[in-house]
Structures are given as C-alpha cells and as structure tokens.
C-alpha cells in the first residue's frame, strides 16, 4: 500500500485488489481512510461493511467502514492476480496512446530527458521521458523513486506503471510496486572524491575528473556528516554516469621503495 498525505496532514493508502464486486475477474483501485491503514495488509482477504464505491469504479474505505478478516475467495482468479503482479513489458510506446486508464504496465526505452525533483502539496515527483525511436511517453515517478538517477541516452526498464488520461494525452504514473531498472552494461570504478554535490537533485561526486550521478543515499553513506572531507577514497560500479553501488575504500595502497632505498636496506643487513 502507497501512504499519502494531505495537505492538512492527515493520510491516507491506495492499494489494489481484485474483488466480488467484478466477480474477482478485474483489479480495481481502493483508497484507504488513515484509521485502517495498519489493518489492511498485502496477500489477506478483507470482508467490508458500509464502504463507498465511487464513479469510477474505485473501493472508498472510510472512516466508519468495517474491515474484517475472512477467508480467501475460492474462485480467486491467480492469472488476474499474476498479471497485475508482473504486467507484460511495451517496448512499442506508441501502443500507450491507446491503452485505457488505469491499466496496469511495464515499459522499456531510452531515456531522453529527465525533469529535476518537483515539489508540491506534501508530494514530489521527477518527470522521465522514455522513447523507442518512434514514440516516446512521459512517466511520472513518485515519492522516494524521485531520487532515481537518470542519463539521458540510457536504457532502462521500469515496471507496474499506471496508465493516466488528462485532457486526452496518456502519461504513466508509478505505483507502490514499481521499480526501475538501468539496462546499460556496469563498470567498475575507484578514486578520490575531488568534489560532490549533496543538492537533492543533482547528488553526484567528482571522480578521476567525470562527474557520476548517486543517491542520496549513497551519498550519506560516505559522507555521514553531510559535507566534504578530503582525501575520501571510494569504489563502486556504474551504468554509464549513474552510480549503482558505491562504497569507501578502504584498501591500503602498497607503498614501493625505490632501488636505492632497497639496496640500502640490503646492506645494512648485512653489516649487522
């Protein structure tokens, strides 16, 4: 379940479930009053009592909804179930343009540009726009997966989108299950951190004279004070200039006498 917030404070989930109001057969959208937040959980079966079904279909838990626990539905469709778990994956965009509202989708492409953190009512979002060479839809990434760092011109693959409709163009919004994917091949690197930037939308270090984009996350993790040290060592991998994993390193570098120094060394021992 995906926690929001209201302006004023208060919360509320949304989830999905299949339920009999479609006789099991369809997913349909529930939005969940802040009371039973801790009572509804994944994989149960819930009996509800004086709940609101909206216009559109959606499951309204209110205030004075009862919930109760029951038992599993025994025509329980499971492909239902397997095909909003794991939706098939588009790498035709253009199929999105006709697909209906709500639908649930994974989608593959390449990246052509990447909106910074946008902040509004409680919420934040990045915009990433994704393309197959002919068409190109925008997905909208919610909460903490904002913090995803993009390259233009990567691939990615980013699962269980929701298809949105507003004044007739289709966009995709992420949901509670959606994960993002980075296709690139992963290299490995190491250096010193020359620079880095803890701005929540451009997080990335200096390394060897390229700058790579991190989380910040990964950031706080070598920089737990939140500022600049010198001489801090780091080794992780990369997909292109995105960072995904990084860590302090922490080997010691195997310092090399010179010749002289050695043969000095040599004799000495001898004399003794």
């Not at 208060?10 to 109001?21: K, P």
């Not at 995803?148 to 269980?160: H, Q």
């Amino acid at each position: 379940m995906m926690v929001r917030s209201y302006s004023n404070g208060g919360q509320y989930g949304t989830t999905y479930v299949v339920s009999s109001n479609s006789e099991f057969k369809t997913i349909t959208s529930v939005i969940v009053h802040e009371k039973h937040l801790a009572a509804i959980k994944p994989n149960r079966a819930y009996l509800l009592m004086k709940y609101l079904l909206l216009q559109d279909g959606t499951i309204k838990v209110s205030q004075n909804t009862m919930v109760m626990q029951t038992k599993t539905p025994h025509n329980l469709s499971r492909e239902v179930i397997e095909a909003f778990i794991n939706p098939p994956v588009i790498q035709e965009l253009g199929r999105i343009a006709s697909m209906n509202p709500k639908e649930r989708v994974s989608i593959r492409g390449e990246v052509t540009r990447v909106s910074s953190i946008i902040h509004a009512n409680e919420t934040q979002r990045k915009i990433v726009t994704l393309s197959d060479g002919n068409a190109s839809v925008e997905v909208k990434l919610w909460g903490e997966l904002s913090t995803t760092c993009f390259e233009e011109g990567s691939t990615v693959r980013i699962t269980c989108l929701h298809v949105d409709l507003y004044q007739n163009r289709r966009t995709l919004n992420s949901s509670g299950s959606t994960s993002v994917q980075i296709e690139d091949n992963e290299e490995d690197f190491r250096g010193t951190v020359d620079g880095v930037c803890f701005e929540e939308s451009n997080s990335s270090i200096l390394v060897g004279g390229e700058v790579v984009m991190c989380t910040t996350q990964q950031l706080s993790e070598v920089f737990p004070q939140g500022e600049y040290r010198e001489d801090v060592k780091v080794k992780g991998k990369r997909k292109r200039s995105v960072v995904t994993s990084l860590e302090l390193d922490e080997e010691k570098e195997e310092v090399e006498e010179d010749d002289d120094e050695r043969l000095l060394g040599d004799v000495s021992d001898l004399i003794l």
